[in-house]
């Protein structure tokens, strides 16, 4: 019965050698790259993690990085310099040096990299091992798909690095978008995608113009459809409500049918109610303003008002012209009354095709 259990042990253990081996241990020194920003983290808690390594000594500190001097124990090696990037609160990377002057250490770093090669061999390479000439450097970068390991020695120093997959992506599209932005000058707010204007009231340009329809009779009474634009009156949009509103549909040749592409709210007063064109213009600009940080000012006169919204982009009006006007404008009806008119314009340069009078 002994002898069972003893055996029934071992093979618990080595499951669990088996299981512990399938990763890669994301953890050094209490350190875990990828530990969700939920813990609200500052790096002075992080660094409460590392009081076993105390004392220790701060040489670079910034918002998302932080390096320190100690005597830090990673995978039995003693390396003397941590390098801790953040992002948020989350540690998404943390790497290790050690650097001795005597060229004569080169043996034993070999030796060390060649036993972690081996402990790590059955991982994915995330690019293949490198063997310099004159036997110089000896490196191996491993990955299990969540975190990546890279070792290297050198004849008088060692490096470890340990990084989340994940939040590595996330780091690397932000380099590569400030990158752009600084190359392209396409920086600020009229770029952020914060500002990228793709709905109407929910409703996402390129939906169907069934669905739209059906949506919009929620906030209105439909009218009719004519060619591309289809119309609706009183229709309750963000807060206020306007007297007439067009819809405009391109034909998308991928779906065989025809999508949201471009839309337009107005509401008109007669020249003696001025203050509340006024009024509703104001209440529209401050709602927009509050969902959109690139709020421009056009215009500012008397009778007439301007000021637009949204992200630039090449594929509307070649990233010159905002997505959303807003205006107030007096006016001479069909009638020949003046009218203060409030409107609120989506892509209006895509209506271009459309007769002028439905502009």
């Not at 241990?25 to 660094?47: R, Y």
């Not at 991928?254 to 509340?276: D, Q, T």
């Not at 303003?289 to 070649?318: C, H, P, R, W």
Request: glycine residues 6%; contains cysteine.
């Amino acid at each position: 019965m002994k002898k069972l259990f003893f055996i029934l042990t071992l093979l618990f253990v080595s499951n669990c050698v088996v299981a512990q081996n399938d990763v890669i241990s994301p953890t050094a020194c209490g350190i875990t790259v990828g530990e969700t920003t939920k813990t609200g983290k500052t790096i002075a808690q992080w660094n409460d993690i590392l009081k076993d390594y105390r004392p220790m000594n701060l040489i670079v500190y910034t918002e998302d990085q932080e390096v320190l001097l100690g005597d830090f124990v990673v995978e039995g090696l003693h390396m003397s310099i941590l390098n801790m990037e953040l992002m948020n609160d989350t540690v998404y990377q943390i790497s290790f040096y050690e650097k001795s002057p005597y060229v004569n250490c080169w043996d034993s770093y070999k030796d060390i990299v060649f036993k972690l090669r081996d402990k790590y061999a059955h991982f994915e390479d995330v690019i293949e091992p490198i063997t310099f000439d004159y036997d110089s450097a000896v490196t191996f970068y491993k990955t299990d798909g969540k975190t990546r390991i890279l070792f290297a020695a050198y004849p008088n120093s060692l490096s470890l690095t340990l990084t989340n997959v994940h939040f590595d992506k996330i780091q690397t599209q932000k380099l590569s978008k400030e990158f752009n932005s600084l190359i392209t000058g396409r920086k600020g707010p009229n770029y952020d995608e914060k500002n990228k204007v793709t709905s109407i009231a929910g409703v996402r340009f390129g939906e169907t113009r069934t669905n739209t329809i059906n949506a919009f009779k929620q906030r209105g009474t439909f009218l009719k459809n004519e060619n591309n634009i289809t119309y609706f009156s009183n229709v309750n949009f963000g807060g206020s409500t306007y007297s007439i509103a067009k819809f405009y549909f391109e034909y998308d040749k991928r779906r065989y049918e025809n999508v949201l592409a471009a839309a337009k709210f107005e509401k008109n007063f007669y020249e003696w109610r001025r203050e509340e064109a006024v009024m509703m213009y104001e209440a529209v600009t401050s709602s927009f303003s509050s969902k959109y940080t690139n709020g421009t000012i056009i215009k500012d006169e008397e009778d007439q008002k301007m000021i637009v919204f949204g992200m630039l982009s090449d594929d509307y009006a070649d990233g010159k012209i905002p997505p959303i006007i807003v205006s107030l404008d007096l006016g001479i009806s069909r009638g020949g009354d003046k009218f203060y008119y409030v409107s609120v314009s989506y892509f209006v340069q895509r209506m271009s095709s459309v007769d002028s009078d439905d502009l």
